[in-house]
């Protein structure tokens, strides 16, 4: 139950900074994000205050602000994303505390907390989120034009500048759809733990990337499945809870997805060598 | 005489302070193939990326149509019908060939087919780049991902990505630097039908014959001034050299004195699965050995096993009578042995690091004091190979990638004669090289084998392989079918063995 939503939540940031990596970026922010849009939604999620939808869109809203800023500072400078995302990370987790005063934001409202910890036709909610999430950003990625240009920006840019591509247009995209998705990352956790933590999410940006580059995605940029991502993420989540359930203590644990990491690069370009 | 379609007046660029283009003109007619000719640097490709919105001009007026389009961006060029082949092949490699044809104009095919606008229409997408390639007589097949064709194919894509835009002006920016004869031959026929269709054609390429053979009308650039622009008939190949490299030049290749030393490379029995089999030679200290044959004859794959880019199957390398076996490049390198690669891009040089940088990565042990680069030695031999080779650049440490392509190219030789080979390989020396420095390269070959060292030159340009080599060896479909003398052979003997 617990690693459905830990699951979730990482996919969701899973998928967000994938379209990231294919178009030859990164996004170090997405840990903070989910502090900030957390936090911001729990502040209107206290019980007989606002109706559902005023917490979820101020969190989305957020994160979607906060998204569209590293796009715009990524695509206005020539900061490298790895720097501005850095930057933003730290930014993020400082709004975090401020707009929280520092405390953690709890008392939330019963149908706020569903989202994270309900069923529906015994399934948990997370997982109906993340599924349709996942529905959703495959189909950006393979079925629409923006997709196109994703893997036409990270496989090569300057040809995409030179096919009339808005080179720009298509990173502030990702940065922003990446921040919607940190942002019902950052929703599902506060309602998970019924309570808005500014300091949550710290390092699930790590995870996320993981499971993008096990799942197949090249940092390099062009390259990349949201199926391969989703695979990552259950892998990551699975093996986890192994290793738990094998009473691995957390630290060997990191040791060994350390070794998983590298190991399905390795395996990975291996393949590559072979067929090409 | 024909109307106007493009007109160009005084347009300038400068970068960083350097003047790439000086109040230069062009007068593009309706259904006119146009040649732009100049030497490497010249700032052609500068022109045409500024022409076609990749670039701005600090100053002047572009006039396409009645419009002007000194502002408007690649989309905007694009949808108003001028489209452009690009010297240095942008393409997208994890992309398929049909979504690379169509990269940037999906949303008119969907419109087409009636889907809402920000969808992707792939199966329609192929079938067009299917039509459009068959047109061509091309056979590529459109749903393979980019990166799995060879450059030749590559280049055909672009050329199909380039007039399935209904273009009015097409530029076409040395597409043939990469293709083989019968693909040259294909283009060329498609240039008529697009000529005979009111199509306009900028065209630059350093391969004269082919000059002489498309173009109506030629504007000659040098040193990113103006120069002039005449009809193609009223020119010969000498008058053409002439105004391109401001002074005459008498002749292509240097004498040839012959003195050969003992042999210094052997190679027998080399074969390599599926690329080519039992190639056996020898090179002399002081000669040269030419290898031709026809795009995909195996050539360069036999440079890349020798030099240890890629492994063989079987077969002996012996250098001075010793067996030897060369496992990377840097057992090549240390073994004496020196390759320029035709993949300039991939294997050439360091796009990123300056030129001197660039010049000096191979030698660099040679230019150091303890564990420190000796800078003021480094520099000098930089200056000494940027003098001796004629590279045109702002300064020792601009960026290679900033130079013009032909510069690039001497930039790699430069580097590989610096780590004082006994063996050079070169592949496709020349290509995207202009005249003037061609004979300046070829003056530089002679004087290395003249030095003692054995030389192994690929090249697709006959002309070249026989003004060059002592002797020659035609390969066809990875075996070797003939090994000529240098001084009786002809083009049509090596045709002839290089088809067999
Ligand atoms: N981005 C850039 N930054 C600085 N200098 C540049 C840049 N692009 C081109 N140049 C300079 O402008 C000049 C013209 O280059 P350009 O590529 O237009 O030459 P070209 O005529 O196309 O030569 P080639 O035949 O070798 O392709 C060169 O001296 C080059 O170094
Ligand atoms: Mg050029």
């Known amino acids: ?276 | 005489m024909a109307e106007t379609i493009l007109r160009v007046k005084q347009l300038s660029r400068s970068f960083s302070g350097i003047k790439a283009l000086d109040n230069v003109q062009l007068d593009l007619k309706k259904g006119e193939v146009h040649a732009l000719m100049g030497e490497n640097g010249a700032g052609k490709s500068t022109f045409m990326k500024i022409l076609i919105g990749l670039l701005a001009a600090d100053s002047g007026e572009i006039i396409f149509e009645g419009s002007h389009l000194e502002n408007s961006n690649v989309s905007d060029t694009l949808k108003k019908g001028i489209s452009m082949i690009h010297q240095e092949m942008l393409v997208i490699p994890e992309l398929t060939v049909a979504q690379n044809i169509f990269l940037g104009r999906e949303k008119e095919v969907t419109r087409k087919s009636g889907w809402p606008s920000l969808w992707l229409d792939d199966s329609e997408i192929n079938r067009k780049a299917a039509e459009l390639l068959k047109q061509m007589g091309v056979s590529i097949d459109p749903e393979a991902r980019m990166k799995f064709l060879s450059v030749a194919q590559m280049q055909m894509v672009e050329i199909a990505k380039a007039i399935s835009n209904n273009a009015k002006v097409i530029i076409m920016d040395e597409p043939t630097s990469a293709i083989s004869d019968r693909e040259v031959a294909t283009l060329f026929g498609i240039i008529r039908e697009l000529k005979a269709r009111e199509v306009s054609i900028i065209y630059i390429s350093h391969k004269m014959d082919e000059i002489f053979e498309i173009s109506d009308t030629i504007t000659v650039l040098r040193d990113g001034k103006y120069i002039a622009t005449k009809a193609a008939s009223e020119l010969d190949n000498n008058s053409l050299i002439a105004m391109m490299v401001g002074r005459e030049i008498s002749q292509m290749f240097p004498e040839n004195a012959g003195n050969h030393g003992e042999v210094v490379l052997s190679v027998q029995n080399l074969s390599s699965k599926g690329k080519f089999s039992d190639i056996h030679f020898q090179v002399r200290s002081g000669e040269i050995l030419g290898l031709a044959g026809l795009m995909g004859a195996g050539r360069t794959e036999i440079a890349r096993a020798i030099f240890g880019l890629d492994p063989l199957e079987k077969g002996e390398i012996k250098i001075r009578d010793q067996n030897v076996r060369i496992q990377s490049p840097q057992d090549a390198i240390s073994k004496g042995i020196g390759y320029v690669s035709e993949d300039r891009k991939g294997l050439g040089f360091i796009p990123d690091m300056s030129v001197s940088d660039n010049i000096i990565l191979s030698s660099l042990r040679q230019h150091r004091k303890g564990i420190f680069i000796d800078e003021k030695g480094k520099e000098l031999t930089v200056n000494r190979i940027i003098n001796e080779l004629r590279i045109k650049t702002s300064g020792t440490d601009q960026k290679a990638v900033q130079l013009s392509g032909g510069n690039q190219q001497k930039v790699v030789i430069g580097k590989v004669l610096l780590a004082s080979p006994e063996i050079v390989i070169l592949d496709e020396p020349t290509r995207g090289v202009d005249v003037g420095a061609k004979v300046e390269i070829y003056k530089l070959i002679r004087n290395l084998s003249e030095k003692g060292i054995a030389i192994i030159m690929i090249s697709s340009e006959l002309p070249e392989i026989l003004g060059m080599s002592d002797r020659i060896l035609v390969l066809s479909k990875g075996r070797q079918t003939a090994v000529l003398s240098g001084k009786e052979a002809t083009q049509e003997m090596i045709m002839k063995y290089a088809v067999a």
């Not at chain 1, 993020?92 to 994270?116: M, Q």
């Not at chain 1, 599924?131 to 040809?159: D, H, Q, W």
């Not at chain 1, 998970?192 to 999410?201: D, K, L, V």
């Not at chain 1, 990552?232 to 290793?243: E, Y």
Request: net charge positive; proline share 4%.
């Open chain 1, 1 to 276: 139950m617990i690693i459905g939503t830990q699951v979730s939540i990482n996919a969701l940031l899973a998928f967000g900074v994938t379209f990231v990596i294919i178009t030859g970026g990164i996004d170090l922010s997405l840990g903070s994000m989910v502090a900030v849009t957390g936090v911001v939604a729990a502040t209107f999620a206290h019980p007989d205050t606002y109706p559902l939808a005023v917490p979820l869109l101020a969190g989305l809203g957020a994160g979607l602000l906060f998204g569209a800023f590293n796009g715009f500072v990524v695509t206005k400078s020539k900061v490298p994303p790895f720097i501005v995302t850095l930057g933003t990370m730290t930014i993020g987790r400082g709004l975090a505390l401020i707009l929280s005063k520092g405390r953690p934001v709890s008392n939330l409202s019963d149908p706020f907390n569903f989202i994270g910890g309900g069923n529906v036709f015994g399934i948990p909610f997370p997982i109906i989120i993340l599924i349709i999430a996942f529905l959703v950003c495959s189909v950006i990625l393979n079925k629409t034009i923006l997709g196109r240009y994703m893997y036409a920006v990270g496989g090569n840019e300057p040809a995409a500048r030179a096919s009339g591509i808005g080179v720009n247009r298509v990173k502030m995209w990702v940065y922003t759809i990446c921040g919607i998705l940190s942002a019902l990352g950052g929703i599902l956790l506060t309602s998970r733990i019924t309570t808005g933590q500014p300091n949550a999410g710290a390092g699930f940006e790590l995870d996320a990337i993981a499971a993008a580059i096990i799942g197949g995605t090249s940092t390099s940029g062009g390259t990349g499945t949201m199926t391969g991502t989703l695979i990552g993420a259950l892998l990551i989540g699975v093996i986890s809870n192994s290793l738990d359930l094998l009473n691995v203590t957390s630290y060997y644990q990191q040791v060994v997805m350390g070794v998983i990491i590298i190991g399905a690069v390795v395996l990975d370009s291996a393949g590559k060598k072979e067929r090409g």
